[in-house]
């Protein structure tokens, strides 16, 4: 690069600083709508990485109870116990005693507490909660596993996976929603600030138009607009990540506490990863709508 | 340096110009004159490009600007000075901004368009004008100020439209002596004038049009 | 009104209807915004007064469980059912037997069944399940009313009130964000909309310059602004009701059927007036933005 | 009619106007003349109230115009036909549109604002061009169009600002035929302009501005 392309670049770097500064409202809604779209898109991504995580835990909490007859003697029981332990879907058994199962009840239903006292220990069966692995908690593998157990002998299986199955259909629904909505939205972004740099390119064609008279190159016309609009992009993008954190902090929190604190865990932020490939999303929509819209505008010059 | 082969211009059913022939050799100096609307204007357009002929080769230096494309047309304009009719000056730009854009586009550096842009100011007699922006100049000033964007460059070229329309006989005859010097230093001149006295005074080769044709040369 | 006035507001519709042509882009973002916000406006309160609405209905179903003592005799039940049926509080009594109970239970507690047979019928009581009015209905009126049921000698009162408590005080809280942020989004949307329209002004400040300079009268230059406002603000209003009206369609009644029909009642669309008073909403929004943009522009004509 | 007392106008230390007096009557016509940034446009532009004067008074028919606000303005000028240096024609107007704009303002119906351009467009040369866009027009054209708007609702003063700038000799002596027409049927003309021979051929009284004064009258 020559002493006098520097120079060249220089001019091109002024130009587009004083575009930006002698367009600052429609710069900032170009920003605005970036901003915005980004903002969309990523509570929608962060709703759908959360309910996520949140039915991952369900699916993990995903167990089958195994009943005992009560006939059968504790060391029956722990020896059916191993037994199952050794199944290879199996990640984990608890034992249930009767009393565990007790505790268990009386939690739960309200009011039961004394019933339950005087109808005695014996009143509930001990049982073996059963954790499969991951890959084996879903419906049809969780079917094929009860099979065996019926099979082995437990005439009572317990699992209640139908629930989780139709909010994991949901959760689908919503995340195919999500990419039609996640593209409408960048289509209509992208609109919207091809049309507002367009704005900008429309205030200063009178001056590029000139320019163009004098000698100016193609580049020197349209670099300014890509410039404005990765700037543009820029903006949007931290503007976006800023109002994702103070969602995150005040109403995602808020709800947490407020509803979903025991069926949730915990609700997280989208990852550094994540946030960059907004950024970039961000920036190449500003720089896209600045070379559609000035490169529009060069094809109407004289 | 220009020549025009059998070039017509049409808006439609409108001739703007009509089989023109015309040869400029490097280094002459032409009024284009002739009445409101035979076309002077257009003739200039063609000339830097702004608009394409209808039919007819036209060569401008080494350029054939009948085929140009957009991309390329930035050369030729390099190479051109212009003062357009109507000015064509930057509302939003002071006057140091619009003449220096002309050496913007090349890549020249700041500190010198400064000090060009101050020198052609006072050629045209506006020197400290630099700050000012051209809507609160008067007709003549900005008239000026355009002479001023079009010499900067010091083009091969100089197309200069009415460039004394708004300026009073003694202002006149100082552009004109501008445009006289900048010719002698071996410039193409081309000047579209209604003045007479003008072309009285500084006898050159005249191109008269008449109703798009080129009636005398 | 004579001639020549009729004549000029001929002309100057002319002028309105040409001018909305010729800034179609403009005028759409314009009323774009419009809608933008009053379908956020809409969506928050339609969704607010469902929830309401459904809080309503659980409110409704507020209820009291106070469970007889098993020593007392089917005809002892009987009366004092009768006694609380005839306090002012008590919407509705129903007598809950044993076998009632026992249902209840076992369509709640997958599992219990069993257990329940095993227990005989002696092991659930029998309850009387008392409906408070509407304006009882209330955490402290129901507590009151618990501590007269105690006086009558219910040892075991149950009634869940907290969550639904705890739901109103989100409901509310959800109330004041909305009212906070409806105000929020129409001063952004007036400063979005005005600045659009400005540009509007912007693209036609040279023409009004000139009409000024020929001898337009202020009134010439701002109606047909003026005009162009309410019709954006016609169209944008227009635009949200329609939007409102497909959301609720789909995604509202898609939830209603895949989670909350249980819970929900039936979710309703906003009413006639409350549409209207989107519309004059909207429309007030568009005069407002135009008002403001045109008659900047005025103070700095020559 | 016209009424100036001790008018200067100033933008910061720049005078264009400095300590004017002058009485124009009904009927007269008078030329505005001087070299560039003299202060004709100046004089012309507080004469139709686009600036106000720094210091003095300034009387236009009834009219205080020194005193005026922007409400009452347009009641001043539907009395004022003005030519602009410039022209000022909408860019996205026809010429139709452009010059029935001044009765447009004035409610007239929409059948006799037709009428009427075709009958100043014809005056001005122009017949037939009704539907063209400004743009496509010569700068001569322009400028005729503009003169077309001043005269189109017989104002009782007319103000040309350089009306023949960019016309030929032939051209500018049927404009100023029109102007004179105009003044003939009582209206007051004020012309700036720098073509001596016009005023020559066409002697009225001189306003001549130097440096910001009144040097003659
Ligand atoms: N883009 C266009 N569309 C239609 N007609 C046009 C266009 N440009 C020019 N013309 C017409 O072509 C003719 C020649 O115009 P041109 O501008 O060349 O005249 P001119 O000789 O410069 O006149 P003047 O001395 O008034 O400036 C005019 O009648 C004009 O109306
Ligand atoms: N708004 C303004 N701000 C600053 N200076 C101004 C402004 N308007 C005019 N001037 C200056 O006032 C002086 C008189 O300007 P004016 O336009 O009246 O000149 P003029 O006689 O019409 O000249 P011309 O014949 O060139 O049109 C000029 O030097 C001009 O630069
Ligand atoms: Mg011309
Ligand atoms: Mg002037």
Do not use: C
């Given at each position: 690069m020559n002493n006098s392309n520097l120079d060249l670049l220089q001019h091109i770097m002024r130009r587009a600083l004083r575009s930006i500064w002698e367009n600052l409202y429609l710069n900032a809604v170009a920003a605005?709508?970036?901003?915005?779209?980004?903002?969309?898109?990523?509570?929608?991504?962060?709703?759908?990485?959360?309910?996520?995580?949140?039915?991952?835990?369900?699916?993990?909490?995903?167990?089958?109870?195994?009943?005992?007859?009560?006939?059968?003697?504790?060391?029956?029981?722990?020896?059916?116990?191993?037994?199952i332990f050794a199944m290879p879907q199996t990640e984990e058994v608890r034992y249930v005693s009767q009393a565990d199962a007790r505790n268990w009840l009386t939690k739960r239903v309200e009011g039961i507490e004394d019933t339950l006292e005087e109808l005695g220990d014996d009143a509930l069966p001990a049982s073996l909660e059963i954790t499969l692995h991951q890959n084996s908690s879903i419906a049809s593998e969780i079917e094929k596993f009860a099979q065996e157990l019926r099979d082995q002998g437990f005439n009572e299986l317990d699992y209640g996976v139908e629930w989780v199955e139709k909010f994991n259909a949901f959760l689908q629904l919503l995340q195919m929603l999500g990419v039609l909505l996640g593209g409408l939205i960048l289509i209509a972004a992208t609109f919207l600030v091809t049309n507002t740099v367009h704005l900008v390119v429309y205030n200063r064609r009178h001056e590029m138009d000139i320019a163009k008279l004098v000698g100016a190159s193609n580049l020197f016309i349209i670099l300014p607009f890509l410039f404005e609009g990765v700037v543009q992009g820029l903006v949007g993008s931290l503007t976006a990540i800023t109002g994702l954190w103070v969602i995150h902090q005040t109403l995602a929190i808020r709800l947490q506490e407020a509803l979903l604190l025991e069926i949730a865990g915990e609700l997280h932020f989208l990852n550094t990863q994540q946030l960059l490939l907004l950024s970039i999303v961000g920036i190449s929509l500003g720089f896209l709508a600045a070379f559609i819209a000035s490169t529009r505008f060069l094809r109407q010059a004289p | 340096m220009i020549r025009l082969y059998n070039v017509s211009k049409n808006y439609g059913s409108i001739y703007a110009l009509r089989d023109i022939n015309l040869r400029v050799s490097k280094g002459e100096f032409c009024y284009i004159t002739g009445p409101s609307g035979a076309g002077k204007t257009t003739l200039l357009k063609l000339l830097y490009g702004a608009i394409r002929p209808s039919e007819g080769k036209l060569l401008v230096g080494t350029h054939d600007v009948s085929k140009m494309k957009g991309k390329t047309l930035h050369l030729l304009?390099?190479?051109?000075?212009?003062?357009?009719?109507?000015?064509?000056?930057?509302?939003?730009?002071?006057?140091?901004?619009?003449?220096?854009?002309?050496?913007?586009?090349?890549?020249?550096?700041?500190?010198?368009?400064?000090?060009?842009?101050?020198?052609?100011?006072?050629?045209?007699?506006?020197?400290?004008?630099?700050?000012?922006?051209?809507?609160?100049?008067?007709?003549g000033e900005q008239q000026r100020v355009a002479v001023a964007r079009a010499i900067i460059?010091?083009?091969?070229?100089?197309?200069?439209?009415?460039?004394?329309?708004?300026?009073?006989?003694?202002?006149?005859?100082?552009?004109?002596?501008?445009?006289?010097?900048?010719?002698?230093?071996?410039?193409?001149?081309?000047?579209?004038?209604?003045?007479?006295?003008?072309?009285q005074r500084f006898p050159y080769r005249k191109l008269c049009f008449r109703n798009a044709r080129l009636e005398s040369s």
């Open positions: 605005g709508v970036i901003a915005a779209s980004l903002l969309l898109l990523g509570v929608y991504v962060s709703t759908l990485l959360n309910l996520n995580s949140i039915v991952d835990t369900w699916n993990k909490d995903t167990h089958i109870s195994a009943y005992f007859d009560t006939e059968l003697s504790e060391q029956e029981k722990l020896s059916m116990r191993d037994q | 304009r390099r190479n051109i000075g212009i003062v357009f009719q109507d000015f064509k000056l930057i509302p939003r730009r002071t006057v140091a901004d619009n003449i220096g854009l002309a050496l913007e586009v090349l890549g020249v550096p700041r500190n010198v368009i400064r000090k060009r842009v101050s020198a052609v100011l006072s050629i045209v007699g506006l020197q400290g004008r630099e700050d000012v922006y051209p809507q609160f100049l008067s007709g460059n010091d083009p091969s070229i100089l197309l200069a439209d009415e460039p004394t329309g708004n300026l009073d006989g003694v202002m006149a005859m100082e552009v004109m002596e501008i445009l006289q010097a900048i010719n002698l230093r071996g410039t193409t001149v081309l000047v579209a004038t209604h003045d007479a006295a003008l072309m």
